[in-house]
């Protein structure tokens, strides 16, 4: 028997874990600031849905509705699912880190990509599990590369699609491969908080996979196209018995009235949705051509960001270019902690914030050139 410590220990995966810094959102001495640095929708949330949390908001003193039926029946209708198999949670990271707590624990394995989503080496962690990191292939999911690291310990496998902080998607089939190949005690999680904006034909969010099988699960979140980020609102299409297990670990109260509806009405605002596609699809169509033009590497992408490349053999390394766009209120993020040292990630703002970040690309250019 191990001799008691003088305090209290947490668990060792705790201990393990780098604490997530999300994107900043100012600089000092700066006084007008375009953040570009979280993924934030430029063009805000719906009307519909902030006068709906405004109407909430009078009734605050009454606990929530425990089982988000309202919201979860409005997400069914939206997308034609069985409201018992939807779970909901507060943002889609709520979601992640319930599934790994109800199928992880100490010597099981979970399986993310290089230059996945961090919360999901968190979430394995803070349940005991030993993250496995994959590599991939041109900085997309490699499904071959996955599938060789599963091995009898591995429970689950984290797939961002598209992938933050990259932008790249991996096309169905290979989505469908992927599950092939599983063993079939083996929980994929296809999390989709970026689906909304991936326009490709070969593109799907996994609503037929989870439909179809006992091992599939599928995240979403309203805090991206939706922008109702600061009310932590998202939900998972999971399997029945999947939606049971979370439903009996997560909080009973995990979403508040004020977020669910905001949500409801979000959903309905097809208007406020169809905008932001368009806004989306044009901006990010003209950034990745204007970065380009000016000798940068942009990695396509099918989210509502760009990752952009700085050869730090010529100068042009990411430090110096985040320093430089910060001075001028430009606000980026910093992907070091991904694995990509020499790249940023650039969300997509409005046409001032986006004509400017251009400018100021090409200003750093000609500097570090001259």
Known sequence: MSALSDRPVPNAGVLAIDPYVPGRSSVAGVAKIYKMSSNETPLGP??????????????AEVYPDGGATRLREAIGGR???DPARIVCGAGSDD?????AQAYLGPGDEGIMTEHGFLVYKIA???A?????????????TDVDAILAHVTRRTKIVYIANPNNPTGTYLPFDEVKRLHAGLPAHVLLVLDGAYAEYARANDYSAGIELVSENANVVMTRTFSKIHGLAALRLGWCYA???V???????????????????AGIAALADEAHLAASVAHNTQWLAWLTESIRALGLEVTPSAANFLLVHFPPEEGRDARA??????????VVRAVAAYGLPNALRVSVGTEEANRLLVEALAAFREQTNG
């Open 46 to 59: 719906s009307a519909a849905a902030i006068a709906a949390a405004q109407a909430a908001l009078a009734h």
């Open 79 to 81: 997308f034609g699912l």
């Open 95 to 99: 979601i992640l880190h319930l599934l």
């Open 124 to 126: 394995m962690l803070a």
């Open 128 to 140: 005991g599990a030993t993250p496995v990191v994959v590599p991939e292939k041109n900085l997309t």
């Open 239 to 241: 399997p029945a018995e």
């Open 243 to 261: 939606a049971e297990s979370l439903n009996r670990i997560r909080n009973p109260f995990n979403v508040n009235t004020q977020a669910a509806a």
């Open 321 to 330: 270019a985040d320093a430089f766009l910060a001075a001028r209120g430009l």
